[in-house]
């Protein structure tokens, strides 16, 4: 039905975000001769609000991959904020006689709020990166617990998930 993926996934139940991995799948539909488009795709997505109300939602969240040119004198300074203040985990080091030390490492992006103020601060402006979304993961249990204890999303026509 068109419209119905776009009025049912664009706003998730949690967060107002998209959802992801979702199918929708139509078994059934009665309706009357010459029953309005619209009013199919708003009782479709009636039924479809109904079903979230039993699932199971896990909040998603971008992990990035960075990738961060930094000189030896600061190299344990950066791994230590990008492992213990970020959630960060390094991937690969490598060594440039040029640039100094090349981290590959990938971290949540709400870990990377204010990375780069903190990355010049901490390497005096000597060091730089760049990142690049490389898939979703779910967040942890506090973090879901936490962000769902916060949200309360109207969905639809006065419907409160």
Do not use: W
């Amino acid at each position: 039905m068109v419209g119905l993926e776009e009025a049912c996934l664009s706003v998730g139940p949690l967060s107002g975000c998209p959802l992801r991995a979702v199918t929708i799948k139509i078994l059934e539909l009665e309706c009357k001769p010459f029953t309005p488009l619209d009013v199919l795709v708003s009782a479709a997505t009636a039924c479809f609000v109904q079903g979230l109300r039993g699932a199971t939602i896990q909040l998603i969240e971008p992990i990035m991959e960075l990738q961060i040119t930094v000189p030896p004198s600061h190299f344990t300074t950066v791994v230590g904020d990008l492992t213990s203040n970020r959630r960060g985990m390094v991937d690969d080091i490598q060594e440039d006689d040029i640039e100094g030390h090349i981290l590959t490492a990938h971290a949540p992006l709400e870990g990377l709020r204010g990375y780069a103020s903190t990355l010049r601060r901490n390497t005096s402006g000597l060091a730089n990166f760049s990142m690049n979304l490389i898939h979703y993961a779910p967040v942890t249990a506090d973090a879901h617990e936490k962000a769902v204890k916060s949200m309360v999303f109207t969905y639809g026509a006065g419907d409160v998930l």
